[in-house]
């Protein structure tokens, strides 16, 4: 069985820059990477919500039920037989009880709203593909869908997952340390 970690934080916390970072140190392991954003819905699937201040509707990217979780989880444990790390990324990585049930570390990249507002922006600004939105519409977009829906998505799912880590790691400031200790941690479990 393989090791499995999963890695979890909110909106552009560094969740994927650690993963990244995770499976180059492992790079000639037998190692999986599973984005949990690959397993969102299709559209016509995806549930919408309305913001609870202003009553606009949105696509919910950001709760339980866009995910295809049954295909998730069916394709985790697969992964779990075929490989000896698994990694799993995603900011409701640490939300789904059968999901938590299955890792055997449990990591939350915490950083400061601001910051993560911030990254959102450039991600989108400098590569991001919103579909419909004309380039100067972006931030105006980006910062709407995120007062009016993404924050309490936050709270409501993401935020509380922070309890359920192992470990708790910066965002804000990346660490050789960090990352060293995880890999040594999950060496140490593998070859056990």
Same mark, same amino acid.
């Given at each position: 069985?393989? @090791?499995?970690?999963?890695?979890?934080?909110?909106?552009?916390?560094?969740?994927?820059?650690?993963?990244?970072?995770?499976?180059?140190?492992?790079?000639?392991?037998?190692?999986?990477?599973?984005?949990? /954003?690959?397993? @969102?819905?299709?559209?016509?699937?995806?549930?919408?919500?309305?913001?609870?201040?202003?009553?606009?509707?949105?696509?919910?990217?950001?709760?339980?039920?866009?995910?295809?979780?049954?295909?998730?989880?069916?394709?985790?444990?697969?992964?779990?037989?075929?490989?000896?790390?698994?990694?799993?990324?995603?900011?409701?990585?640490?939300?789904?009880?059968?999901?938590?049930?299955?890792?055997?570390?449990?990591?939350?990249? /915490?950083?400061?709203?601001?910051?993560?507002?911030?990254?959102?922006?450039?991600?989108?600004?400098?590569?991001?593909?919103?579909?419909?939105?004309?380039?100067? /519409?972006? @931030?105006?977009?980006?910062?709407?869908?995120?007062?009016?829906?993404?924050?309490?998505?936050? /709270?409501?799912?993401?935020?509380?997952?922070?309890?359920?880590?192992?470990?708790?790691?910066?965002?804000?400031?990346?660490?050789?340390?960090?990352?060293?200790?995880?890999?040594?941690?999950?060496?140490?479990?593998?070859?056990?």
């Amino acid at each position: 069985m393989a @090791f499995i970690t999963g890695i979890g934080g909110g909106t552009a916390s560094g969740k994927t820059t650690f993963c990244e970072q995770l499976a180059q140190a492992f790079a000639g392991h037998n190692i999986k990477v599973m984005h949990m /954003d690959n397993y @969102f819905k299709p559209d016509e699937l995806m549930p919408r919500a309305t913001a609870p201040i202003t009553g606009r509707e949105y696509p919910d990217h950001n709760h339980p039920d866009t995910l295809d979780l049954p295909r998730f989880k069916q394709e985790l444990l697969a992964a779990a037989q075929g490989f000896d790390i698994v990694l799993v990324e995603g900011n409701l990585a640490l939300v789904d009880a059968e999901i938590l049930k299955q890792l055997d570390l449990k990591i939350f990249i /915490d950083c400061q709203a601001d910051e993560r507002v911030v990254r959102r922006l450039k991600r989108y600004k400098t590569g991001g593909n919103v579909a419909n939105v004309a380039d100067e /519409d972006i @931030f105006g977009w980006l910062s709407d869908i995120y007062l009016d829906l993404v924050r309490y998505r936050h /709270d409501e799912y993401v935020a509380p997952s922070k309890w359920r880590a192992d470990v708790i790691l910066n965002g804000s400031m990346p660490s050789d340390k960090a990352l060293a200790m995880v890999k040594r941690h999950i060496l140490s479990e593998i070859e056990a």
